[in-house]
């Protein structure tokens, strides 16, 4: 019995020497949160860690999971009580939301070969400002007249709206043939103003399906042309 209880006190012992006097990392804390950040900002944390171990920590790799990198460590090999950085960069760009991302340490503590490192945010994205010049809004952008009988003329009116805070100046209609005329009711539209523009299409000498296009060219801060198109099919007489 005694020389069991012996045999087990010199194997603790001995264990508790080799803990001492092996190398054991440390970390003052292995996870950072940086709260609320806007998308686009780049945000950085730095990690310490110690040796706290009897012998020379050695650090084999630093890795970084998608969308953050760790640079590497100060230093690689800590002698027993040094301590060193490890900082962690996230870039948000592109993110929205909670992110949870993570940093592994892979060192030589015998008890533990790999440390996980923790950074956490929540982004925000920024307020959208509002638009300040001219925004040509058109509630349909197609019509199709069916069948028409060739030689015929047919028209349709497309509605045109300034959804913007400046004044809405179309400086041109640009019409894919000759067959197809515009009629502008307006040149210029205050903010919150609507207009129509109306399309004669002439078929005459057409036969079979057809389709031509109007480009509106105007000021708008967004999209200077936009296209509106009509289709028809035109029989024979």
Known sequence: MIKNTLLIVV???FSLIAQ???PKITVQSTEHNFGNVMQGEEVSHSFIISNSGGDILRIFDVRASCGCTAVKP???ELQPGESTKIKVVFNTKGRQGPQLKS???????????????NIRCNI???EKKPKTGALLYLPETQYNFGQVKE???????????NNGQSELEVKDIKTSCGCTAAML?????KPGESG???????TKNRVGRMSRTITIVSNDVEQENKVLTIYAEVLKN
């Open 11 to 13: 194997f603790l012992t």
């Open 151 to 161: 030689g015929n003329v047919v028209s349709h009116t497309f509605k045109l709206v």
């Open 20 to 22: 001492l006097i092996g």
């Open 103 to 117: 940093v592994y340490v892979t060192s030589n503590d015998p008890e533990r070969r790999e440390t996980i490192l």
């Open 124 to 126: 925000l994205l920024p």
């Open 74 to 76: 100060d230093k690689k």
């Open 196 to 202: 129509t523009l109306k399309i004669d299409l002439d």
């Open 185 to 189: 009711s307006s040149s210029k539209l």
